[in-house]
Each structure stands twice: as structure tokens, then as C-alpha cells.
């Protein structure tokens, strides 16, 4: 097995996993959906909040991965990665993780001193995670669920606003669906070698976690849609014009479970919000209804 570094920049692409920093869209939300977004001062404190994230997670990425190298050598796709061939050593790993780390925190020190406080949190819960709490069933998702929550409020810290409360529960509860929808395609996926791959899997059944994906479903669709008609909501943008943007979640779920179900996809999450053609004009529907929403919502009069 090689120790050291004998890789190249696909190699090191490929630890730091920039594709994933898609998930650091959650802390662009609170900049969308305030009247802030066309703050050029706000733009630039919310960019630099992504990219404090962005270095961070990869931070994280690298760490996960030195930790799992054992169990991901066992996985068909994950024995791939640089870590767990063998292209990348521990010692050249760890500096890997370091180097993003640092610049992600002084980003956030840049930010002020209540943001860098969240960066520093969202670093324990993941360090957490990955050290140990990713082998414990339910409370691994929890866990998840809880660094985009923390993304969350970092975007509203960066740009002194206060996310709502509903904001919050939606976002507690996609993650939740999100988390556990990938646990399940992971357990149908590896089978017999569900144990051997990620632990925490022996502990899951397809069953328990069809009951928990109906749940979270559910819930998550009520929330947002309250979130649409909460007094706050229609006293900040005018109307009750934010409904127009629930059907565009309910089929984004629904969608998404279709993949997991009857497409027997949905391991990586990103890959399905980037890659499935439906997925993503339906996102982008979103985004420029709920853009439209928050900029002449006071126009758009459903009720009265």
C-alpha cells in the first residue's frame, strides 16, 4: 500500500470532493429569501460564507474518508477513492484537511465572531460524526440534519438577519428526507455487505426506514407549506404568493422518491439534484418563482 501522495490535481479534486459543495447552497437561503439579495455588500458576505463553508466541508470530506479508508476498501465505487487505494497517505492526508480548515475558519473570523463560532460548531458536529457517531442508527441522519441547519443560520449570521423559524423546520426535515433516503439506497445496493461497507447499515432495515422516509415526507410538505402562509412570511413579501412554489417541493419529493424507489438511485444525493434532468429544471423552477415571489410578491394577489 503506498504512503505517501503520488497522485495529481484529479487526485486531490477527488478528496476535497468540490462537487459536493452544492450542499453549501443552504446558506445562500437566507440571502434569497430576504430583501437583501441585491446588497452588493450582503452578496459579497454571503459569497465569502460559501466559500468558508466550501473549504470546511472539504476539510471534513478528507477527514471521513482517512476514517471509513478500512470500510471503504470493501466498496465497490468508495474503494476508489485516494484515500482508500492507497494514493493518498494518512500524513499527507491530514495535511489535506488542515490547509482547507485553516482558510475556512479565517474566512469565518473574517465574518465576525458569532459566524465563526457557527463554522467552529459545524466542524465539532462533523468531527463528531465522523469519529464516531456515523455508527449509530438515527442519531447518524441527526447529525447530518444538523450541519445543514447550522449552514442555515451561518448564511443568516453573514448577512445579520434572523432565519425563520419555519425555514429551520423545513430544513431540519429535507435533510432528515435526504439522509434517510440515502441510507436506504445504500442498504439495498450493498445487500449481504451492508455491514461491511458502513456499519451503521446492519442496524437499518428496508422496512424501518420506509415507515421513517413516509414521515419525514409528509412533514417536510406540511412545513414548507405553512412556512408559504406564516404572518411573517406574507407581511415580508407582500402576499400570500409563496403557496405558488409548494407544488414545485411536493413533485421535487415525489421525484426524488421515484428515483430511490423505481430507479434504484439515490446513493450520492447530489448526484440526483445535478444530474436527473427533471430534478434540476424543477429546481431551477423554484428558484425563479421564489425569486419572482420575494421581488413582486406584493403584485401577486391570490385570494383577495
Known amino acids: 500500500m503506498k504512503q505517501g501522495y503520488n497522485g495529481n490535481f484529479a487526485t486531490v479534486a477527488a478528496v476535497l470532493r468540490p462537487g459536493q459543495w452544492v450542499k453549501n447552497a443552504f446558506v445562500v437561503a437566507p440571502l434569497l429569501f430576504s430583501h437583501l439579495f441585491t446588497d ?7 459569497l465569502v460564507a460559501v466559500g468558508s463553508f466550501c473549504a470546511i466541508s472539504s476539510a471534513i470530506y478528507v477527514l471521513n474518508d482517512l ?5 471503504d476498501r470493501q466498496h465497490p465505487i468508495k474503494k476508489q477513492r485516494p484515500i482508500a487505494s492507497g494514493q493518498l497517505g494518512a500524513k499527507a ?3 489535506l484537511a488542515v490547509v482547507p480548515a485553516v482558510i475556512g475558519l479565517v474566512a469565518g473570523w473574517w465574518l465576525g465572531g458569532h459566524f465563526l463560532l457557527i463554522a ?5 458536529v462533523n468531527v463528531a460524526y465522523s469519529l464516531g457517531i456515523k455508527h449509530l442508527a438515527i442519531l447518524d ?3 447530518i440534519a444538523a450541519g445543514f441547519v447550522l449552514r442555515i443560520f451561518a448564511g443568516a449570521e453573514a448577512i445579520a438577519v434572523k432565519p425563520s423559524h419555519w425555514l429551520v423546520l423545513c430544513t431540519i426535515m429535507i435533510s432528515l428526507f435526504l439522509g434517510f433516503t440515502k441510507r436506504r439506497a445504500e442498504l439495498v445496493a450493498m445487500g449481504p455487505q451492508k455491514g461491511e461497507t458502513r456499519k451503521v447499515l446492519a442496524d437499518y432495515s428496508v422496512a424501518f426506514l420506509d415507515q421513517v422516509i413516509s414521515l419525514v415526507t409528509g412533514t417536510t410538505i406540511v412545513c414548507y407549506a405553512l412556512y408559504s402562509v406564516d404572518g411573517r412570511t406574507v407581511a415580508m413579501f407582500g402576499s400570500q404568493a409563496m403557496l405558488l412554489t409548494v407544488p414545485s417541493v411536493m413533485y421535487g419529493m415525489f421525484r426524488y422518491l421515484y428515483v430511490i424507489y423505481h430507479l434504484k438511485a439515490g446513493q ?9 434532468i427533471p430534478t434540476v429544471i424543477n429546481l431551477v423552477l423554484w428558484v425563479v418563482i421564489a425569486w419572482l415571489v420575494v421581488s413582486y410578491g406584493g403584485r401577486i394577489d391570490l385570494f383577495d
Do not use: H, S
Open 67 to 71: 476514517c471509513d479508508r478500512r470500510e
Open 268 to 276: 450520492d444525493p447530489t448526484k440526483v439534484i445535478t444530474r436527473d
Open 40 to 46: 452588493t455588500a450582503m452578496i459579497l458576505r454571503t
Open 93 to 95: 492526508a491530514l495535511v
Open 120 to 124: 467552529v460548531l459545524y466542524v465539532v
Open 141 to 143: 441522519v441527526m447529525m
